[in-house]
């Protein structure tokens, strides 16, 4: 088995690689029909978007070709990241994103043939180990239970979304460790 080697990229080298890390996601989500399958357009325009976020950060994962990655921004206080947990026990969460304590996951993919290898656990603890964040935060589908039992084994709880969300992912957090 070759060995994975971590690097985290700047801004300007994530858009530069933009084409690789589409290529990236669509094979990572093939042949998934849930909320987290964009297509390769649609991830193309979301990245886009990501990138330019304030705080934005990206790790990825060769051997020496691309086989992972893993990005989140601080998501402030509007958009989609709230929507799971509008109207749930927060913790006065909302209040720690205006002031950008909170740090969300927005991507953690692997290619499906490196899967099971640790390297998506990799990925996320380089990631989020020099995040200044109280709360850390990803959604993930309903349906992509992998995903929740990774998460789960990594310490991070599903936050119960209230009866009246009309979300379709469930949204997911866990104080920092260390």
Not at 79 to 90: K, Y
Not at 117 to 134: C, H, S, V
Not at 143 to 168: E, S
Request: aromatic share 10%; proline share 6%; hydrophobic share 40%.
């Amino acid at each position: 088995m070759t060995e994975v080697f971590l690097r985290r990229l700047s801004r300007w080298q994530a858009e530069q690689q933009r084409e690789s890390v589409a290529d990236l996601y669509v094979a990572a989500y093939e042949g998934a029909e849930d909320a987290e399958s964009l297509g390769r357009q649609g991830f193309l325009r979301r990245f886009a978007e990501d990138v330019q976020r304030p705080g934005f950060d990206m790790i990825i994962a060769g051997d020496p070709f691309l086989v992972g990655c893993a990005y989140g921004y601080p998501p402030g206080r509007e958009g989609e990241w709230w929507h799971g947990f509008r109207g749930a026990e927060t913790d006065g969460d909302e209040e720690l994103a205006t002031a950008d304590r909170v740090f969300a996951l927005a991507e953690l993919m692997v290619l499906p043939s490196r899967r099971r290898r640790g390297i998506a656990t990799r990925l996320q603890q380089r990631l989020l180990e020099r995040q200044e964040a109280d709360v850390l935060t990803t959604l993930i589908a309903p349906t992509n239970t992998p995903a929740a039992a990774a998460y789960a084994a990594w310490g991070w709880t599903r936050t119960p979304r209230p009866a009246t969300t009309t979300t379709t992912l469930d949204a997911w957090s866990r104080r920092p460790t260390g």
